[in-house]
DNA sequence: CGTTGGGCTCACC
DNA sequence: TGGTGAGCCCAAC
């Protein structure tokens, strides 16, 4: 058994990882929201730090501003990939000149 | 242990 | 689905 304290100090970044792997295929969540999740609303940036370092299997893609644009224009990831896997799930994108936007309406991710 | 820097967010023009 | 500016939390150095 291991200890509470043990399962606390887990980095932060891997309980990013771990609840971005439950956002359903077909909808997409804000930084913030994901942050909230993990009980520090204000730790948005810390989760965006987090998807950089995402290992393969976590859908970084569907974690986006809460604006519902796509945060990233051209650092590892380029935004291009992003939306093509975000339309692969089914989520409409749109093409807007400061850049690409998700209806967070109607694709927001809504945890029970 | 202080500083720095992020795929952010909110308040306020 | 404006544009800034300041604050936020955590990990890396």
Redesign the pocket.
């Given at each position: 058994m291991r200890s509470n304290a043990q399962r606390s100090a887990?980095?932060?970044?891997?309980?990013v990882h771990a609840i971005a792997k439950k956002i359903p295929r077909g909808y997409v969540a804000?930084?913030?929201?994901?942050?909230s999740l993990?009980a520090?609303?204000?730790?948005?940036?810390?989760?965006?730090?987090?998807?950089?370092?995402?290992p393969d299997d976590v859908p970084?893609?569907?974690?986006?501003?809460?604006?519902?644009?796509?945060?990233?224009e051209n650092?590892?990831?380029p935004a291009e990939e992003?939306v093509r896997l975000l339309e692969k799930d089914g989520v409409v994108v749109?093409r807007?000149?400061?850049?690409?936007?998700v209806?967070m309406k109607k694709f927001g991710w809504r945890p029970k």
């Open positions: 887990l980095p932060f970044y891997q309980k804000s930084y913030g929201q994901l942050a993990l520090t609303p204000r730790a948005a940036r810390i989760v965006g730090a987090a998807m950089r370092h995402a970084w893609q569907r974690v986006i501003a809460s604006s519902g644009r796509i945060s990233i650092i590892e990831h992003q749109e807007r000149e400061s850049g690409w936007f209806d």
